[in-house]
């Protein structure tokens, strides 16, 4: 298991960017009390969605969004429901709360 961040630091429905490596990166967002995390990477070029957790929203804050080419995302499932990726999907990961920690669990 990949210890990622605190989990007082994700609040509800603000997405915070847990970078794994100079080249990876991890979005999570809790959604109510339901964690989801994902891939940083678009599925339409593979470029990160962004790298500045607070332009990862689109501005209702309803949709996670690629800054890079306008894809929007379903925050609890990560599905693209517009934009060049329409039909493809963020790849998920399993995360999990373990002594006040969000871990990967890899």
Do not use: K
């Amino acid at each position: 298991m990949t210890p990622l961040c605190p989990a007082a630091e994700v609040i509800a429905g603000l997405p915070v960017i847990v970078r794994l490596s100079a080249t990876a990166s991890v979005i999570l967002l809790r959604l109510n009390d339901h964690l989801v995390a994902y891939r940083n990477v678009c599925p339409h070029m593979g470029i990160e969605l962004d790298w500045e957790a607070e332009r990862l929203l689109t501005p209702s804050g309803r949709y996670l969004q690629c800054t890079g080419h306008g894809a929007w995302f379903d925050p609890a499932s990560g599905h693209c429901l517009g934009g060049p990726c329409a039909g493809e999907s963020l790849t998920a990961l399993a995360v999990l709360f373990r002594d006040d920690m969000v871990v990967l669990d890899d």
